[in-house]
């Protein structure tokens, strides 16, 4: 009865960090798609990212953790949308793409 309670606990935990490090990853997300459409003077829609893919990867240093990919829209003109995306691994911002858009 005790190993059942304990691995109840455990769940909870294990859910409770993920769900922490979840929003940590997030809101790294948000801010590095904040800095580069301001950057680039391009107007991010919705001002909000869905994660789309959770994956096991091992970091630069060899260590295991989470990557995530977000997807967001943007806009170049102001009357359409397009997609990008970001990657981050842990808390870490490994990659981020605005994709194709209209060069003037």
Known sequence: MITVEIAIVLGILLLGWYWSD???????GMRAVREACAAEGL??????????????????????????????????????????????????VVFLSLGLRLVR
Do not use: K, M, P
């Open 22 to 28: 979840s929003l940590r990853a997030r809101e790294a």
């Open 43 to 92: 107007q991010w829609l919705d001002e909000n990212i869905a994660c789309v893919q959770v994956r096991i990867r091992r970091d630069r240093f060899g260590r295991l953790g989470l990557l995530r990919v977000y997807q967001f829209e943007f806009s170049d003109t102001g009357d359409n949308r397009r997609l990008g995306s970001v990657q981050v691994h842990g808390n870490d």
